[in-house]
């Protein structure tokens, strides 16, 4: 009983820090090891185009103009770039902090390889009618991935250790984030979303150590506040649709110290009023600049500074929250639990967490809340074609890190039955997790959607067949027609399509599909 006690209090205690950390560094090398034996065989496709070529024209020419030949090469259905009719050129239509964080890989292609880049879309992209394959930007967005994951890392450590004094926990509960949830496709995919997952568990990590700064003296420090903005507003660079978030952020650090019995719109003045000096040097000027630069760019890209480059989008919210929260909570293709295992062990430490972190937990779930609700309501609201929900991925480890309690409790659960037993259907969920994301690793990033067209093209009137391309886990579909290229029975759409195709187009079929089934990996 004691025991159980004892470490109930731990939970709540500050997290026990020191010059090295022994768990952190085998933390990283477990990280390095598997993401790097990990790494895809061919390059992810899609809106990273936009943003790779203006990041190429800014090292390479000093620019943010897409060369038109790259620009034009793609067809008009794909709505990666902007034509500003008022000077005549192509420019990225996403966020520019997208085009300064690919500058990176970019400017380290020019300085091994110097002199130009690729000079033809074939040579950048490969082949459009199958794998964006490529040469030596493979490497190149690999090495920068595994750095891009070795920071999350660190990141999400350090955030769970200001819950937990069990580093041992914090280690586990980053593993588990990684790589039995769809983060790991996110963190070998050359996208935006492993870098938002970044941006935004940074600010909250600083977001946290300035309510902790608050509660012990009284007063935001200037350098974590700076830091929280500073994460916090290159991530409101990378999608314009976190703007939002600042002024919960905002709200949230004026009121850190809050105790719960004073008026909170008195407390909340008196707080900015005694540090107004730092709000303004370190949250609003930042914050200012900001808006300053989204506007030039704007008005340079596309011709207005309220021009946002989704103007081609005219029914951008014309989704519907009756058709998208089923799908995040249910469906097996989008469901935020089939694909972030670690939320539903969450859900069993929500309670113990509420009592003793109830100001973070609020915060973290009225960001993510605020950032769902958005998202609900977008036409493309799934996010395809791509793995998952991958809109919502940016805040799911935040809102996970009740987990940790659930951790800790395994430890000490009484009776010993009852501790193996939720230690084994932990441990189960969390492989099931794993095996998954083994599955759609195994595969190029777009098979599922590649073969799916493919499917639709030979038959697009088959029920059967539609509903198992609707509903069906990209995890499943992999396994299954991995199975089927190793000599296994064939996959249900292989057999639907098998009773309407002559033979000739059955086998011109049978041949795109097992194209389709080589390795993603680097390294096998």
């Known amino acids: 009983m004691s025991e159980s006690v004892n470490s109930e209090s731990a939970l709540g205690s500050p997290p026990v820090t020191s010059g090295r950390d022994s768990i952190l560094a085998a933390l990283l090398g477990a990280v390095f090891v598997v993401s790097l034996l990990s790494m895809p065989a061919v390059r992810y496709d899609g809106d990273v185009i936009a943003w790779e070529m203006e990041a190429e024209s800014l090292v390479y020419r000093g620019t943010l103009e897409v060369r038109a030949s790259v620009a034009e090469s793609l067809p008009p259905s794909a709505p990666y770039f902007v034509f500003n009719p008022n000077s005549g050129k192509w420019y990225s239509k996403y966020g520019i902090a997208n085009t300064?964080?690919?500058?990176?890989?970019?400017?380290?292609?020019?300085?091994?390889?110097?002199?130009?880049?690729?000079?033809?879309?074939?040579?950048?992209?490969?082949k459009p009618t199958g794998p964006f394959e490529i040469t030596r930007r493979v490497e190149l967005f690999n090495g920068f991935n595994l750095l891009l994951t070795l920071l999350l890392a660190t990141v999400l450590y350090k955030l769970a250790n200001h819950f937990t004094p069990r580093r041992e926990t914090a280690a586990v509960f980053v593993l588990t984030c990684l790589y039995s949830t769809y983060l790991w496709h996110y963190s070998r995919a050359q996208s935006s979303q492993i870098y938002q997952v970044l941006l935004f568990s940074a600010a909250f990590l600083y977001l946290v150590r300035c309510v902790e700064e608050a509660k012990n003296n009284a007063e935001v420090k200037p350098r974590t506040l700076l830091c929280c903005v500073l994460s916090l507003a290159l991530l409101c660079a990378v999608k314009t649709v976190f703007l939002p978030c600042i002024a919960i952020f905002g709200v949230a650090i004026a009121l850190a110290d809050w105790d719960g019995t004073a008026?909170?719109?008195?407390?909340?003045?008196s707080?900015?009023?005694?540090?107004?000096?730092?709000?303004?040097?370190?949250?609003?000027?930042?914050?200012?600049i900001l808006l300053a630069v989204l506007l030039w760019i704007n008005n340079l890209k596309f011709g207005s500074p309220t021009n946002m480059g989704y103007e081609r989008e005219t029914n951008l919210f014309g989704g519907s929250l009756a058709n998208s929260l089923p799908a995040y909570l249910f469906s097996p293709r989008f469901s935020i639990f089939i694909h972030f295992p670690m939320l539903a062990v969450a859900l069993f430490g929500m309670r113990a967490f509420w009592k003793r972190h109830r100001f973070e937990l609020v915060l973290a779930w009225a960001l993510f809340l605020t950032m769902f609700f958005i998202y609900a309501n977008y036409t493309y609201w799934s996010g395809e074609a791509s793995y998952g929900t991958r809109y919502l991925l940016f805040?799911?480890?935040?809102?996970?890190?009740?987990?940790?309690?659930?951790?800790?409790r395994l430890r000490t659960l009484e009776p010993s039955w009852l501790r193996i037993i939720g230690a084994a259907s932990v441990i189960a969920v969390l492989l099931a997790g794993s095996a998954a994301q083994v599955m759609v690793n195994r595969l190029e990033f777009h098979a599922f959607f590649r073969l799916r067209h493919q499917f639709r093209l030979t038959d697009d009137r088959?029920?059967?067949?539609?509903?198992?391309?609707?509903?069906?886990?990209?995890?499943?579909?992999?396994?299954?027609?991995?199975?089927?290229?190793?000599?296994g029975a064939e996959p249900l759409p292989m057999q639907r399509v098998k009773r309407v195709a002559s033979a000739e187009r059955y086998a011109n079929l049978e041949a795109v599909v097992r194209a389709h089934l080589s390795s993603n990996h680097y390294f096998w």
């Not at 303004?280 to 000027?285: L, P, Q, S, T």
């Not at 935040?398 to 800790?408: G, K, Q, R, T």
């Open 100 to 126: 300064w964080i690919y500058a990176i890989p970019i400017a380290a292609e020019r300085l091994i390889f110097g002199g130009r880049p690729p000079d033809s879309p074939t040579s950048i992209f490969g």
């Open 263 to 269: 008026n909170p719109i008195s407390h909340f003045t």
């Open 271 to 288: 707080n900015v009023r005694n540090n107004f000096s730092t709000y303004v040097r370190c949250g609003v000027v930042p914050l200012l």
């Open 395 to 408: 805040g799911l480890p935040v809102v996970s890190l009740p987990a940790l309690i659930v951790f800790d």
């Open 462 to 487: 088959d029920p059967e067949l539609w509903n198992y391309l609707r509903s069906t886990n990209t995890a499943t579909f992999n396994r299954e027609f991995i199975a089927y290229g190793n000599g």
